[in-house]
């Protein structure tokens, strides 16, 4: 049987542990019975936490959208424009190797609507619409072009993840030409919307 912890555990501290199971190991190892093993504590002692599978997985989500946001938002400082969008892109590209199991969390909430969920992620949302501003994008048409950005960093992370990329070419390279191609249409989408320069 593991030792028990001499202190007590607070909320931050298993949702670690359970991010570093879901990075070790996967996504679907997080449950209660490995979580509590990994922390040395008996399975209903994390009911002081969590009500069953569901509600970990969905704070597990939570954590993981506040922690990407955290690196996407360190990597807005600096560099303007187009360049700044690129080191997000990398950004998040960066997290999703680094925390393979995690991201997946942050995709597989058992209730996306849950509340916690939506507003961790209204601010990635939120960040890259104000990213895009510099197209003269509005209304739904940005929202749109958040989610093509989205759509090809996700797609680009999990291709890389499932070996997809077998040729022998550098693979942020790859990523840095789709951005600066997705962000040249952006710019002409921009013109033809009557944006600014």
Request: aromatic share 6%.
């Amino acid at each position: 049987m593991s030792p028990r912890p001499k202190h007590s555990l607070d909320l931050t501290t298993i949702l670690k542990e359970a991010a570093n199971i879901a990075d070790e190991y996967s996504y679907l190892e997080v449950t209660l019975a490995t979580l509590a093993k990994k922390l040395g504590i008996r399975p209903p002692s994390l009911y002081n936490h969590f009500n069953g599978l569901a509600d970990l997985r969905e704070k597990l989500a939570v954590y993981g959208i506040e922690r990407l946001y955290e690196e996407l938002e360190e990597h807005t400082i600096g560099d303007p424009g187009e360049n700044r969008i690129l080191n997000v892109s990398k950004a998040y590209i960066s997290f999703a190797r680094k925390h393979p199991g995690l991201y997946e969390a942050t995709l597989s909430a058992p209730n996306p609507e849950n509340d916690e969920v939506q507003r961790a992620g209204s601010k990635i949302v939120e960040l890259a619409v104000s990213m895009l501003q510099i197209y003269g994008l509005e209304g739904d048409t940005s929202l749109h072009a958040v989610r093509g950005l989205r759509s090809i960093l996700h797609g680009f992370s999990m291709l890389e993840q499932k070996g997809g990329f077998g040729l022998a070419l550098n693979t942020d390279k790859s990523l840095e030409l789709i951005i600066s191609s997705f962000l040249g249409g952006l710019e002409r989408l921009g013109g033809e919307n009557g944006g600014s320069d």
